[in-house]
């Protein structure tokens, strides 16, 4: 006769492991009741589904390891964040970041290389790990980033402790003069790129169908009335644009917007300093969703509304402010790309403040569980672009209570306010010019 285990046991193991009713029962009584051991010995049987490897590893963390001319950078994914806070999990990033960095970067090359634990190989460690945790854990990507007569620099965005973040960024550069402070240039280019999420290095790196398809788009869009040499004049414009938004070196510094990238490098590293390349992982991206999101960026860097020709509707001069006030009228702000297009045309018209009204924002920028607001309005303070949302939300304010604590704060701090027409923008600039004592 089967000893008798407690139900809630059963529970407990089938919502770590997805498996079976008995198979749950069996392994408890086979461990005597100790979930972690039953966890593992249902592992040993094979007995975790495939079902709990399809679970979605939205979290994680990013070890990463620079030595010298090589830096490796890995991405270790779980179900949880409560997972990836424990330091066994931590421990684990770290032990497969040292190991990528010794069998030279490629994953395949990782997995199969002996385990830490000295139990196999990294693969079966990480089925291990992910026994011990009841979770989907898997190593998700993992780079290498060398340098033959450089440096790397990396920077790594608030980490629980040294090697491990959830957005890292590896950067090489060299050229760089002696006695120049190379280490730490390369540092902050990295922190530019986890900022502002360059696509490319350089513009020799950007894919020709790309540079083709925009001169594709433009030409269709012509006037008719525009002449050959006109018409090759605008879609120069328009590419030159694209590659300030996307281009490493050619992006605003994001610590100071009055510099590119490339003038911060040369300012910094001397004039023979040049970026060789980089690498950027954020927790939850893998490479199917890297080309997704890269062939979708093509999309819209192409056919998609294009917020670089934004002109404004009028543009105001308020003593000494320039507000440039968009018209309600026309397609939504939809991502921070957008956004940085819609701040390229802003400095093109010399504006300090952007006008952007409710209509132009899509219907989930509000509810704050989108992120959309955060991610949106994030770039414009990172390229120190001041910004007024305009309209009527009170409909949105009365049903959120987070949202009015994120109102209170933006309206408080002054980088992101949010009026409800533009005449209260004009009256509280006025205001604030006066407080000032500037009535320029």
Not at 112 to 134: E, H, K, M, N, T
Not at 251 to 278: C, K, N, W
Request: glycine content about 8%; some cysteine; overall charge negative.
């Amino acid at each position: 006769m089967k000893e008798k285990i407690d139900i809630n046991l059963v529970k407990a193991l089938r919502k770590r492991t997805a498996a079976g009713v008995v198979s749950c029962r069996d392994a408890l009584i086979d461990t005597g009741g100790d979930l972690d051991s039953a966890v593992k010995r249902l592992h040993e049987r094979h007995l975790l589904p495939a079902a709990i490897e399809r679970r979605p590893t939205a979290e994680g963390l990013i070890a990463f390891l620079v030595d010298g001319r090589c830096g490796v950078i890995v991405e270790l994914a779980a179900e949880t964040d409560f997972t990836a806070r424990n330091p066994l999990f931590q421990q684990a990033a770290q032990a497969i970041a040292r190991t990528t960095f010794t069998v030279g970067g490629e994953l395949a090359d990782t997995l199969a290389a002996p385990s830490p634990d000295g139990q196999g190989d990294i693969a079966g460690y990480v089925r291990r790990l992910a026994a011990a945790f009841g979770e989907n854990i898997h190593v998700r990507r993992a780079s290498i980033l060398r340098t033959e007569n450089g440096l790397i620099g990396a920077y790594a965005h608030n980490p629980p402790v040294p090697g491990l973040a959830r957005m890292v960024a590896l950067v090489a550069i060299s050229g760089h003069a002696p006695g120049s402070s190379g280490n730490l240039v390369a540092k902050k280019l990295a922190m530019h790129v986890v900022g502002a999420a360059p696509l490319w290095s350089s513009v020799n790196h950007v894919p020709p169908s790309i540079r083709d398809q925009k001169r594709l788009r433009i030409d269709d869009d012509r006037e008719h009335s525009l002449d050959e040499r006109e018409v090759s004049s605008a879609i120069e414009a328009r590419l030159e644009r694209f590659y300030d938004q996307t281009v490493l070196p050619r992006q605003r510094y994001l610590l100071d917007p009055s510099m590119t990238v490339a003038e911060f490098l040369a300012a910094e590293a001397g004039s023979d300093a040049h970026i060789e390349g980089f690498v950027c992982f954020r927790i939850g991206e893998d490479a199917a969703h890297d080309a997704r999101v890269a062939e979708a960026a093509e999309f819209e860097w192409t056919f998609g509304n294009d917020w670089s020709d934004e002109r404004p509707s009028k543009l105001t001069a308020i003593g000494n402010e320039r507000v440039f006030e968009i018209s309600p009228r026309g397609p939504k702000l939809r991502d921070d790309r957008d956004a940085v297009d819609l701040i390229n045309a802003a400095w093109s018209g010399g504006a300090t403040i952007i006008a952007l009204p409710v209509e132009r924002l899509s219907t989930d920028f509000f509810p704050l569980s989108t992120r959309k607001a955060g991610t949106i309005l994030q770039k414009f303070s990172n390229f120190g672009t001041r910004v007024a949302i305009v309209g009527d939300i009170s409909s949105e304010l009365s049903a959120s209570s987070a949202l009015r604590d994120f109102v209170y704060e933006s309206n408080h701090r002054g980088q992101v306010v949010f009026v409800p027409d533009l005449q209260a923008l004009t009256q509280g600039l006025r205001r604030s010019q006066h407080d000032n004592g500037d009535t320029a």
